[in-house]
């Protein structure tokens, strides 16, 4: 065994440097055996297996600025913000469970086909979502709609998606509710299928990459549950993002469920958080409940993935505390008491609250009013959209695919088309069912 006071003064020095000093006593440094030609990893005479990113085993830490009675934790590094953007990013917080709560009555009623709420995700979408240039790509995942009310989407068009009526402009009623898109808001359509919005969000990224007027200008910023890390679609994504590069803003939401399945069972690891070095992406961990801590690190996570057009991986921890989706009950397999006290501890939303109220920027009458209007408002979409028609039936068979419409959208229309001569003006069930369309279907009968 050499000694460290054997070796030359040069190697001496390069030791000193190095982070783990060996004793006088212990080993060589691993420097001094160099490394392989195709590597940089410095050659060891140490059998050592490690299972952590962290220096000793230790999980990944959790970036957070607020403690749960809303006060800023000693030397947190807090995001600028003044009192407009804090009241905008409350206002587009509190919205949230408003409008969930209307529509998943709603959907109780029968009146809309399905719904997904973000109750105890509201800072994690809407902080982070305040972080991004207006025109940045989004692709999320489904329960972000949080993202696109910040960038200024109505009341009206909710409800025309969730409808699925004749002011559904986006998707004319061919989605389920929930699965919005927006053109105008750089918010691209939801696909139901997990995690395919992964790679797609890296390869947008190299089209924005590719285009000169937005190339270090926008990112593609890409949304997805753990649940859906765990689908081979994720790994292609950021295997995608890394070596490409491209600026690719990957954001998990880690509500510790997909559907029954809790997080524990979705990865043996450190969370998402840990894989990110393992793709050379830079990575960090936040508290999604504390909106000030999201917002500063999507943020700077942003200006990365701009400055240096590469990926960059946020994830925030949250908690589902709403049912997955209306076709779940959640009391199936998650004690209600643990449920109950996730909604108190760290609530993301009076949490912020008591921040702003600290500050002098909100108070009890505010809070009511404003309660109260977006109330209104949403009523008011609300009775509006459920009584109108849906689009013209021939909608069903427009945007399907981009260019040429393929043959057999074609021989799908002709088929219906025939149908409908046959029993459209006979059949009862079809009668009834024609009637909601615009049209009522009678611009197929000559296709
Ligand atoms: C490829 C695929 N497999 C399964 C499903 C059914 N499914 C829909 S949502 C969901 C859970 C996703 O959980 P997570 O990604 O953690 O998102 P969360 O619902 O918690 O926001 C599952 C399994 C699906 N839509 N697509
Ligand atoms: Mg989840």
């Known amino acids: 065994m050499f000694r460290i006071s054997r070796l030359p003064t040069a190697v001496l020095a390069n030791a000193s440097k190095c982070r783990r000093l060996a004793t006088a006593s212990s080993q060589l440094p691993e420097q001094s055996h160099g490394h392989l030609p195709t590597s940089q990893s410095p050659i060891t005479p140490k059998l050592q297996f490690f299972n952590s990113v962290m220096e000793d085993g230790k999980q990944i830490p959790t970036y957070r600025v607020l403690d749960g009675t809303g006060k800023v934790i000693e030397g947190a590094q807090m995001p600028e913000i003044d009192e407009e953007l804090a009241r905008r990013i409350y206002q587009n917080m509190v919205k949230l469970p408003i409008i969930d709560t209307l529509l998943y009555n709603v959907q109780r009623q029968g009146k809309i086909s399905f719904y997904m709420t973000a109750h105890g995700e509201e800072a994690a979408v809407t902080g982070s979502a305040a972080a991004l240039a207006g025109d940045d790509e989004i692709l999320g995942q489904y329960r972000e709609m949080g993202a696109l009310l910040w960038r200024g989407f109505s009341y009206d068009e909710v409800m025309a998606q969730c409808f699925g009526n004749c002011e559904d402009n986006s998707t004319k009623g061919k989605q389920m509710p929930v699965h919005f898109g927006s053109r105008k808001y750089h918010y691209h359509t939801i696909s139901s299928p997990l995690a395919t919005q992964i790679p797609q969000a890296a390869g ?32 292609a994504g950021m295997l995608l993002a890394s070596t490409i590069p491209t600026p690719t803003l990957f954001i998990a939401r880690n509500n510790g469920f997909a559907i029954s399945t809790p997080a524990s069972e979705q990865y043996h690891g450190d969370g998402i958080a840990a894989r990110g070095p393992g793709y050379g992406i830079h990575t960090i961990r936040v508290d999604g409940n504390d909106v000030l801590a999201v917002l500063a690190a999507v943020r700077e996570g942003r200006r990365l993935c701009i400055e240096e057009g590469r990926g960059v991986l946020v994830e925030a921890m949250t908690y589902r505390v709403g049912h997955h989706s209306t076709s779940d009950d959640s009391f199936a397999y998650r004690p209600r008491q643990e449920v109950e006290d996730r909604k108190r501890i760290d609530n993301p939303i009076a949490r912020f609250r008591l921040f702003l109220e600290s500050q002098g920027w909100w108070n009890a009458e505010q809070e009511e009013s404003y309660k109260a209007e977006v109330k209104k408002e949403i009523m008011q979409a609300f009775k509006r959209h459920e009584n109108l028609p849906r689009a013209e039936l021939k909608e069903m068979f427009t945007d399907v695919y981009g260019g040429e419409e393929p043959w057999n959208i074609k021989e799908q229309r002709e088929e219906l088309s025939g149908l409908l001569k046959k029993y459209g003006s006979t059949w009862e069930p079809w009668k009834t069912e024609l009637k909601k369309y615009r049209g009522e279907g009678k611009e197929l009968l000559g296709a």
């Open 204 to 235: 947008v990224a190299f089209a924005l990459k590719r285009d000169p007027a937005r190339r270090g200008r926008n990112c593609a910023v890409v949304y997805f549950g753990e649940g859906a890390a765990s689908e081979g679609d994720f790994h």
